[in-house]
């Protein structure tokens, strides 16, 4: 796997460890969240990924071709500068999925995605790129490049706004109503095999969702379809959206797989649709059943600590998830299913008890592997300029 440090890149260590497959992964730091399982058999170390990505891309196929592995899984941000190599990546015998350099650049920034899912007639919020003119709030100013919620931020009157500094060319976009909604979608050359959406029930830590229910979202599936076929996307393509009375609104367009663990509850198969698309073999997954609840314990102490809930919230989401009570009642964990694999409950063992003795060390455990991952600014524009020296 292209990370070992992030929700996601722990969720689909499971699911292939549960299909049969030996699973390593690649990380900076030798504590990253792969490192408390099992499903996990070596963790190897590269630089970090975010600002220099050419440094941990030479590290990456290096590791791949000493190891003999039989594909390189992308689990994050990592897709960005594996899609800018292909003929390095053929040369090198790399199993992959990863979409053409032109179409993961329409949609990696929130600039270009906004531009790209305004020439197709996607539904999304009124936007500008001149925040400066803009007269319309609540309003979300966006820069170009963040993950997990970075680089966006909430403004409510004109003088916040001009507090927000505009370096460069950033994105406004008004609020809207409604519930947030997780689509995810596997493509193969520009059709959709694999589609899933649920609900954020539950909100952790930087805006994590540490609840789902998987939802049928017919219209999100037809929209983020005609999206993958007009960029003739190859892999993983996810996307955020509000669910308003008028229809699905798209506020964030990911290019790459995010938590598939819900999918698979539900009975999709991302992480299998994920293989088949890069082994050349054809899946067909586009609906799963609704109703699915899972929740992330370790999302939602953090989430309750940065809140302000104090050792009182963090207590009573450890209880509620311990009585099976309130969200945590018919739900499944995502992260740590202690029966089968134990070790996976220390690093929810260490966030809760630094956040019940210490409530303001969530910061440490949310950003750390966000960093790890997260694509920078400096990073994006080192690929292009190395893409533009071939």
Excluded at 84 to 99: C, K, M, N
Aim: aromatic share 6%; proline share 6%.
């Amino acid at each position: 796997m292209t990370d070992g440090s992030g929700l996601t890149a722990r969720q689909t260590a499971n699911r292939l460890w549960c299909a049969g497959h030996v699973v390593e992964a690649l990380a900076p730091d030798p504590f990253c969240l792969c490192r408390f399982t099992r499903h996990v058999q070596h963790i190897h170390s590269v630089p970090k990924y975010g600002s220099d990505p050419l440094a941990w891309l030479d590290a990456a196929l290096a590791i791949y071709e000493s190891g003999r592995f039989d594909v390189l899984f992308p689990t994050q941000e990592q897709v960005a500068v594996l899609a800018s190599v292909p003929e390095r990546l053929h040369d090198r015998g790399v199993v992959t999925a990863v979409p053409p350099f032109s179409a993961l650049a329409a949609v990696q920034d929130k600039v270009s995605a906004f531009h790209t899912l305004t020439r197709l007639g996607l539904p999304q919020p009124r936007g500008s790129t001149r925040p400066k003119a803009w007269t319309a709030f609540p309003a979300y100013v966006k820069e170009p490049i963040g993950t997990a919620s970075g680089g966006v931020r909430r403004v409510d009157s004109p003088e916040e706004l001009a507090q927000v500094s505009h370096a460069g060319t950033t994105l406004i976009q008004a609020g809207v109503d409604g519930p947030l909604a997780m689509c995810q979608s596997v493509f193969d050359h520009g059709s959709l095999v694999a589609f899933h959406a649920n609900l954020r029930t539950g909100e952790g830590a930087n805006g994590g969702a540490s609840h789902k229910e998987s939802v049928d979202l017919p219209e999100a599936r037809t929209w983020l379809g005609v999206l993958g076929a007009d960029l003739a996307w190859h892999g993983a393509l996810s996307a955020d959206v509000i669910v308003t009375d008028a229809g699905p609104s798209f506020i964030d367009i990911n290019p790459r797989l995010v938590e598939p663990e819900n999918a698979w509850q539900a009975g999709i198969d991302l992480v299998g649709a994920m293989l088949d698309v890069g082994s050349g073999a054809h899946s067909g997954q586009l609906s799963g059943r609704t109703g699915v609840r899972t929740h992330q314990l370790l999302l939602a102490v953090l989430g309750a600590a940065q809140r302000g809930s104090g050792r009182r919230g963090v207590a009573a989401e450890l209880l509620g998830a311990y009585r099976k009570s309130g969200p945590y009642s018919g739900s499944v964990e995502e992260l740590t299913p202690a029966h089968r694999d134990p070790i996976a409950l220390a690093p929810l063992a260490m966030a809760s008890v630094s956040a019940l003795i210490w409530p303001a060390s969530w910061s440490w455990f949310a950003s750390g592997s966000v960093e790890n991952y997260a694509l920078t600014l400096e990073g994006w524009e080192q690929i292009l300029a190395g893409l533009a020296r071939t």
